[in-house]
Nanobody, 126 residues
Framework: QVQLVESGGGLVQAGGSLRLSCAAS????????MGWFRQAPGKEREFVAA????????YYADSVKGRFTISRDNTKNTVYLQMNSLKPEDTAVYSC???????????????????WGQGTQVTVSS
């Protein structure tokens, strides 16, 4: 079992930056593909970014490419999402996700991920 706890959300003006953190505990964290999804009110959940267990491969939604950066520190069991040039349309609850060990990974699919955090609210004002 893996437990995920997000932090770092908040209110920011358009053009600003935030860094989200996801602290993982439980089974072998460093072997899991991790990622972030988001859901805005009245909208479907959408993929934001993912990172392989080594950090060598990263994946991004087109809507955040060039503005967001995902990274991980396996010594701290933590995944980060650096969000720059934020836009009002980035407003959502951001959830950290982790795939179970040995699972075939499709990074952009929510069905890949077995563990979900509670989420952290990001609000971008215009």
């Amino acid at each position: 079992q893996v437990q995920l706890v997000e932090s770092g959300g908040g209110l920011v003006q358009a053009g600003g930056s935030l860094r989200l953190s996801c602290a993982a505990s439980g089974r072998t964290f460093s072997s899991n593909t991790m990622g972030w999804f988001r859901q805005a009110p009245g909208k479907e959940r959408e993929f934001v970014a993912a990172i392989s267990w080594s950090g060598a491969s990263t994946y991004y939604a087109d809507s955040v490419k060039g503005r967001f950066t995902i990274s991980r520190d396996n010594t701290k069991n933590t995944v980060y999402l650096q969000m720059n040039s934020l836009k009002p349309e980035d407003t959502a609850v951001y959830s950290c996700v982790a795939a179970a060990l040995g699972r075939t990974v499709v990074p952009t699919s929510p069905f890949t991920y077995d563990y979900w955090g509670q989420g952290t609210q990001v609000t971008v004002s215009s």
